[in-house]
């Protein structure tokens, strides 16, 4: 038998070969030519498509240059069953002298939540002390209780709060006034409420321990409360607030009410679809001058559109059965995640139209609704109810900035868009939000329902007008004050009935 011959490939051969490796015969572009031109490009490059391409000459007036950089900020986060438990080692661990302020409400006190916590800083020997009477929907004169509180009673080391959004968002205030004791409570305020003030010192340790899968305020650097006096929402945002830590535990959300986790799930639903369409961070002016001075709400990002988009997509397909079956482990835990999700989304690129226009419509109730469900002794709208019945109308107004990334939103639904037009998504994704919340339940179809009319459409633009931090973000929002006032005025009368 003679040996084998070894043949060596040519240069051309080893190319040819090289070639089928890093580009095999199965490629789509072998039938399709243009295949790899909207493939091959970086994310960035395509998220820049977005915007229109920007001018070279620098102008002159600095305030109307545009951001080109965006900045991602969240808390750390620890998840899973059980974890509350671990909440003492934590407070042990930053090896601080001083007392805890453990915040919650009358309510979430009585709960397994706030044993454990008490148990887990038992064990560890920690001293604190119980703050109670954080209010649903907080008041500006609920939060400066809290706050008076908080400077007067002990010299806090480490703030815990336990309970919904509405129990971290007034820790994170009592934390913030705590530190700067002279301030005045509009000082922070967001701007043009109040001053606006950058929040330029360290604040003390702040773990949020949620009990509900909704807010996400346990991964934001946001704080949202009722400015009796405006009749309007309001708040204080910068990434300083944040907590240090967020211990979501799925055990804790056993106990929502059915009615509770709707509306707390229509929260998570409106953070991934608006900071998913809202415009994009290189769009947003003006470029801060200063990095303290860079928003938390910033605009879409392509890291902020991975959380967002997937919190939706989970939301979608876990909060029916979690609103329909209180056993369903499963979907408890994943509307935990969800909203969590939700929060590394929108708490760095922000949300828009329907948390903008939601604030006037909780805060002003005209026919003193209270919501199927909710077990406290005042009239209520509760927040994921405010922000979802605009939606079908603000998704609908909002498609022409972006059909595509609308059309992607409406596919999350489970609506399929192969044979959709662009000029159609709009309408497209307003039908999947309406048929969402009808099969959902227990939803107004429209402000009609919640006691709003016609007649009170102006003062509900009102109400929304200074709600700039959010609405400078929506996209197709006129920016002269009487063509943006027309417009929220004609999505009002949209939203009456859907």
Not at 41 to 58: E, F, G, I, K, L
Not at 157 to 177: C, F, P, R
Not at 187 to 195: R, T
């Amino acid at each position: 038998m003679s040996a084998a011959i070894r043949v060596v490939p040519s240069r051309a051969a080893r190319a040819v070969n090289l070639l089928k490796t890093v580009h095999p015969p199965s490629c789509p572009c072998h039938s399709n030519p243009g295949y790899h031109q909207n493939q091959t490009r970086s994310t960035v490059s395509r998220y820049n498509d977005r915007t229109s391409r920007r001018n070279y000459a620098t102008p002159q007036d600095t305030s109307q240059l545009k951001e080109y950089a965006f900045e991602m900020a969240a808390s750390s986060i620890r998840f899973g069953p059980g974890v509350t438990q671990e909440v003492g080692m934590d407070i042990a661990n930053l090896n601080l002298s001083g007392t805890v302020a453990v915040v919650t409400d009358s309510t979430v006190e009585k709960l397994d939540a706030m044993r454990q916590v008490r148990e887990s800083l038992d064990r560890e020997g920690i001293k604190y002390k119980i703050f109670n009477k954080v209010k649903v929907e907080p008041k500006d004169y609920s939060v400066k209780e809290a706050i008076d509180w908080a400077r007067t009673t002990g010299d806090y080391s480490v703030y815990l709060a336990v309970g919904g959004g509405s129990v971290i968002d007034t820790a994170k205030l009592m934390n913030l006034y705590s530190v700067y004791k002279d301030a005045d409570f509009m000082d922070f305020v967001n701007a043009p409420l109040g001053k606006g003030r950058p929040v330029d010192r360290k604040l003390h340790p702040l773990i949020a321990v949620p009990t509900t899968a909704g807010t996400g305020s346990e991964t934001t650097g946001t704080a949202i409360f009722d400015l009796v006096a405006k009749k309007s929402k309001t708040g204080i945002a910068h990434r300083n607030l944040k907590p240090y830590l967020g211990i979501c535990d799925p055990l804790n959300t056993r106990t929502m009410p059915s009615a509770v986790k709707a509306s707390s799930g229509l929260d998570v639903l409106c953070h991934a679809l608006e900071s998913y369409t809202a415009i994009p961070f290189n769009e947003r002016t003006p470029r801060p001058a200063n990095p303290i001075l860079r928003p938390a709400y910033q605009g879409a990002n392509p890291i902020s559109d991975i959380f967002s988009l997937n919190a939706l997509r989970q939301t979608v397909k876990y909060l029916p059965r979690s609103v329909k079956d209180p056993e369903d482990v499963e979907a408890q835990t994943e509307m935990l995640l969800a909203a969590t999700l939700a929060g590394v989304g929108f708490g760095n690129a922000g949300v828009h139209l329907c948390h903008g226009m939601s604030y006037p419509i909780s805060s002003q109730n005209i026919a003193s609704y209270k919501h199927a469900g909710y077990d406290v002794p005042h009239p209520i709208i509760p927040h994921g109810v405010s922000v979802a019945v605009t939606a079908p109308a603000v998704f609908k107004f909002t498609a022409a900035s972006d059909p595509a990334r609308h059309l992607a939103a409406a596919e999350a639904f489970g609506v399929d868009i192969s044979n959709v037009k662009l000029e159609s998504a709009g309408e497209v994704l307003a039908e999947a939000i309406v048929k969402f919340l009808a099969d959902l339940g227990d939803q107004p179809a429209g402000l009609k329902a919640l006691g709003f009319g016609r007649e009170h459409v102006e003062q509900l633009v009102e109400g929304t007008i200074p709600q700039a931090r959010v609405l400078m973000l929506a996209p197709g929002l006129a920016k002269e004050l009487q063509a943006e006032r027309e417009q929220l005025g004609r999505l009002f009368e949209s939203a009456l009935e859907h």
